[in-house]
């Protein structure tokens, strides 16, 4: 299992746009994918589970990858969020 803490710097947090960045990201893995910020665990894989969430700016979330190719999602997911999903 891999493990990383990052924060969420987009100004309007992980809204529509991000949130289904972040799923087609996670989608593409076959491991299994958790965000767990605000006392929440939500499916990666998942853009409105990642919305309910309610992740806003300056939160920090903990990606948990479980399964093969995770090193690589967690990678791949760590990249987008220092590129603020490309916003």
Same mark, same amino acid.
């Given at each position: 299992?891999? &493990?990383?803490?990052?924060?969420?710097?987009?100004?309007?947090? =992980?809204?529509?746009?991000?949130?289904? %960045? =972040?799923?087609?990201?996670?989608?593409?893995?076959?491991?299994?994918?958790? =965000?767990?910020?605000?006392?929440?665990?939500?499916?990666?894989?998942?853009? =409105?589970?990642?919305? &309910?969430?309610?992740?806003?700016?300056?939160?920090?979330?903990?990606?948990?990858?479980?399964?093969?190719?995770?090193?690589?999602?967690?990678? $791949?997911?760590? %990249?987008?969020?220092?590129?603020?999903?490309? $916003?």
């Amino acid at each position: 299992m891999q &493990s990383k803490v990052l924060k969420i710097e987009n100004e309007t947090g =992980l809204h529509a746009r991000p949130a289904t %960045e =972040l799923a087609k990201i996670a989608m593409k893995y076959p491991c299994d994918i958790k =965000l767990i910020a605000n006392g929440k665990t939500v499916d990666a894989k998942s853009p =409105l589970m990642i919305m &309910s969430a309610g992740i806003k700016q300056r939160t920090e979330i903990e990606i948990k990858c479980n399964g093969e190719k995770e090193e690589e999602a967690i990678n $791949e997911i760590e %990249e987008a969020f220092k590129n603020n999903f490309g $916003e």
